[in-house]
């Protein structure tokens, strides 16, 4: 346990996306505090000034604040193991970050990315339309989805063939495919042929945004096997699938659950399942 804490509280992720993000943002504000600071202040109509240097340091360590949120062990403990640690990277960036980059920018940094209305005034302008029953067009795009047709409703459970389905993350020690706890792009498949109960010293759990603890002393509260066996045993359900997969729900974008449930399905026909039990979080 001791060992797993130290390494833990070692391992920064080093993000490249993270990094360069950062190291862009430095870019442009340095750009535009040196070579470029004096089209901007006259693009403002304010006379030419040095910026101060408090306000660089502001911006510097709104920055390393950032850097601390999303690539220290603190974002590896909130993906994996503590909850209240994934809080503490947000109010690290709302209330620790996002102010101090403010602090230092002046407002003529900003005036070129400010010239059409603010934001607030765009919704009061179309909610006094809509009040007032005047056309306006909303800028939030709704997204649509395709409708799903329902399937057909299973004939005979004592006779069909059943699949267990967890977006819960609950994989095999050691996570041989390297799903990730969050965003996920893969999938497992696990065999669970001659096992009537998972046991906890088997599994670890690969999906932040809770806490696993029952999980992880009771895969079955997650993926319950055992309960299907004993449904199985007693010819409820003709027979359970001697595999289930797996993968994390959290904070997935649409392409890739897509991708993944087209793949996960494609399986469960070439498996001859007749129904699928799906659990989460």
């Known amino acids: 346990m001791a060992a797993n804490a130290v390494l833990i509280w070692s391992d920064w992720s080093?993000?490249?996306?993270?990094?360069?993000?950062?190291?862009?943002?430095?870019?442009?504000?340095?750009?535009?505090a040196g070579p470029w600071r004096r089209r901007l202040q006259r693009a403002a109509a304010?006379?030419?000034?040095?910026?101060?240097?408090?306000?660089?340091?502001?911006?510097?360590?709104?920055?390393?604040?950032?850097?601390?949120?999303?690539?220290?062990?603190?974002?590896?403990?909130?993906?994996?193991?503590?909850?209240?640690?994934?809080m503490v990277q947000?109010?690290?960036l709302v209330l620790a970050a996002a102010p101090m980059l403010l602090l230092g920018t002046p407002g003529w940094m900003l005036a070129p990315l400010l010239r059409k209305a603010m934001a607030a005034e765009r919704l009061v302008t179309m909610v006094l339309a809509k009040v007032k029953g005047a056309p306006f067009e909303s800028e939030m795009v709704p997204t649509a989805f395709a409708p799903v047709p329902m399937p057909p409703?299973?004939?005979?459970?004592?006779?069909?063939?059943?699949?267990?389905i967890t977006d819960g993350g609950l994989v095999p020690k050691g996570n041989p495919d390297k799903i990730q706890g969050s965003a996920a792009t893969r999938w497992g498949s696990y065999n669970i042929e001659h096992?009537?109960?998972?046991?906890?010293?088997?599994?670890?759990?690969s999906h932040g945004g809770?806490?696993?603890?029952?999980?992880?002393?009771?895969?079955?509260?997650?993926?319950?096997?055992?309960?299907l066996r004993e449904l199985e045993k007693a010819g409820v359900i003709g027979k359970l699938h001697d595999e289930f997969l797996a993968t994390s729900g959290l904070a997935n974008p649409l392409s890739n659950t897509r991708r993944m449930g087209r793949e996960m399905a494609a399986k469960a026909k070439?498996?001859?399942?007749?129904a699928v039990i799906l659990t989460s979080t």
């Open 270 to 274: 070439l498996e001859g399942i007749d």
């Open 153 to 164: 409703a299973v004939q005979d459970l004592a006779k069909a063939k059943l699949m267990l």
């Open 90 to 92: 947000h109010m690290l």
């Open 195 to 205: 096992c009537d109960d998972l046991r906890g010293d088997d599994y670890e759990i």
């Open 46 to 86: 304010l006379a030419e000034a040095p910026l101060a240097a408090r306000q660089m340091a502001w911006v510097m360590g709104g920055l390393l604040v950032v850097l601390l949120a999303l690539i220290s062990p603190l974002d590896e403990i909130g993906d994996t193991y503590l909850f209240s640690a994934h």
């Open 210 to 227: 809770y806490d696993p603890q029952f999980v992880c002393q009771d895969p079955d509260r997650l993926v319950p096997l055992d309960a």
């Open 14 to 32: 080093w993000e490249p996306s993270v990094i360069l993000g950062c190291l862009l943002l430095a870019g442009l504000y340095l750009g535009a």
